[in-house]
């Protein structure tokens, strides 16, 4: 078995792909309040900011940026899976259990990248934003509510009626 070892750099930049094991599934987008809310707890405790992000309905895409000398998001990644899962198991939603007994929610794995320069964070952020177009959800970035481009707008950082051009390349899908 091969030995994969993530990139941690203290106060790194990273791109990530975090996706449910059911690929048909709609529960990020049906359940974006918990989502959010776990997002918002792990942050509490175990600051981080976030670049960019696009929750589709069975995989989300984000660029986080780390405090100074703190390279834990697999720690970060780890609570928010728990406490997402969590909350929709209480809300009633059916989570079948692995033979481990654990929740089979999420893909064990997701898609890190260590973000280079300034070129390689636009690069991603423009794959962010563009996904939910990609996968054909909507016509233009504007239409999909879960997606940090509406911040970008309000910040006068792209137009409103900006169309995406994320180039080929490797984002963990």
């Not at 989502?35 to 992000?53: N, S």
């Not at 809300?91 to 079948?96: F, I, L, M, T, Y």
């Not at 879960?146 to 309000?154: E, T």
């Not at 995406?164 to 984002?171: D, Q, S, Y």
Request: with cysteine; hydrophobic share 35%; charged share 25%.
């Amino acid at each position: 078995m091969v030995n994969y070892r993530r990139n941690l750099v203290p106060g790194g930049t990273y791109f990530f792909t975090v996706t449910l094991q059911d690929r048909s599934s709609r529960l990020l987008v049906e359940h974006i309040g918990p989502l959010r809310a776990a997002f918002r707890e792990v942050k509490r405790k175990h600051p981080f900011h976030i670049d960019a992000i696009a929750i589709l309905p069975e995989h989300l895409h984000t660029i986080w940026t780390l405090p100074e000398g703190d390279a834990d998001y697999p720690g970060r990644w780890r609570a928010i899976k728990s406490a997402f899962t969590h909350a929709v198991v209480k809300s009633g939603v059916a989570v079948v259990r692995n033979e481990k007994g654990e929740y089979a929610l999420w893909q064990r794995r997701y898609w890190e990248h260590t973000i280079v320069d300034e070129d390689d964070f636009r690069h991603h952020v423009d794959y962010i934003h563009s996904n939910p177009v990609k996968h054909g959800w909507v016509k233009q970035a504007a239409d999909w509510p879960h997606s940090s481009f509406h911040q970008y707008v309000k910040q006068g950082i792209l137009p409103p009626d900006w169309a995406g051009c994320a180039k080929e390349g490797k984002f963990g899908e």
